[in-house]
């Protein structure tokens, strides 16, 4: 079974620092996808980035990367140069099996950008 | 090209009345799952379609159903609901096999059960 652990329920920033969104796993596949989802007020699911298990580089995306770190089965986010905008809920997801579309998500972390 | 669309995007019903919740995907899209967010429980799979078949299915009681459509509009079915099945139900599609991150969400359909 995957399972995803994200130990952030709440996390404030000030503007204009970065900012690391913690994320665990744990998997017995070999090949899988992580995920980052943003999640404003509206509920709306917004793709961030994503990280293959057998990619050797971070994933980045614009201020957006992926610290991925395969033998502590982590994916942690960091996003750059915060902004108000980016106060949101984040998920961290992981995807099994290439093909099936289901994913797992974690509980969450309420990101909070103070002015 | 336009999004994912869920209709309807609120509602409220009755406990042990059953209800229908809609979604269009992206066109081109033959993927289309479901997720149910509740506080409690988080974000769970609940089933994906592709091409009207069910290809994956979550740990849900049978009260939960969908199906999908040759044009893969997809629908899910709750009846007998009770007061733990409000939640925001989120629809997403994919393409299947392009892009492995191409799982595009809806706006979800919020469900309040009285």
């Known amino acids: 079974a995957q399972k995803i652990t994200q130990t952030q329920p709440g996390m404030f920033v000030q503007e204009k620092e970065a900012v690391t969104l913690d994320c665990t796993y744990d998997?017995?596949?070999?090949?899988?996808?992580l995920f980052w989802y943003k999640q404003p007020s509206s509920g709306e699911m917004i793709f961030l980035i994503y990280?293959?298990?057998?990619?050797?580089q971070n994933a980045t995306e614009g201020r957006y990367s992926l610290n991925f770190q395969k033998a502590r089965k982590s994916a942690n986010l960091v996003i750059s140069a915060s902004q108000l905008g980016d106060s949101a809920m984040y998920f961290c997801?992981?995807?099994?099996?290439?093909?099936?579309?289901?994913?797992?998500f974690g509980q969450g972390t309420r990101l909070t950008i103070n002015p | 090209k336009a999004g994912v669309t869920q209709t309807p995007r609120y509602l409220i019903k009755t406990r042990g009345q059953q209800v229908t919740l809609s979604c269009s995907p992206i066109?081109?899209?033959?993927?289309v799952s479901w997720y149910q967010q509740t506080p409690g429980q988080g974000l769970q799979f609940l089933f994906e379609?592709?091409?009207?078949?069910?290809?994956n299915k979550g740990n849900f009681p049978g009260r939960f159903s969908g199906r999908q459509f040759s044009n893969s509009r997809s629908e899910m079915n709750v009846s007998t609901l009770e007061l733990g099945d409000s939640a925001l139900y989120l629809c997403?599609?994919?393409?299947?096999?392009?892009?492995?991150?191409?799982?595009?969400f809806g706006p979800g359909t919020r469900l309040t059960v009285t």
């Open positions: 997403a599609s994919s393409l299947d096999g392009a892009d492995p991150y191409e799982q595009y």
């Open positions: 998997t017995s596949d070999q090949s899988y996808g």
């Open positions: 990280q293959g298990s057998y990619d050797e």
């Open positions: 997801a992981m995807r099994g099996v290439q093909g099936a579309q289901k994913l797992v």
């Open positions: 066109s081109g899209h033959r993927s």
């Open positions: 379609y592709f091409s009207e078949t069910q290809r």
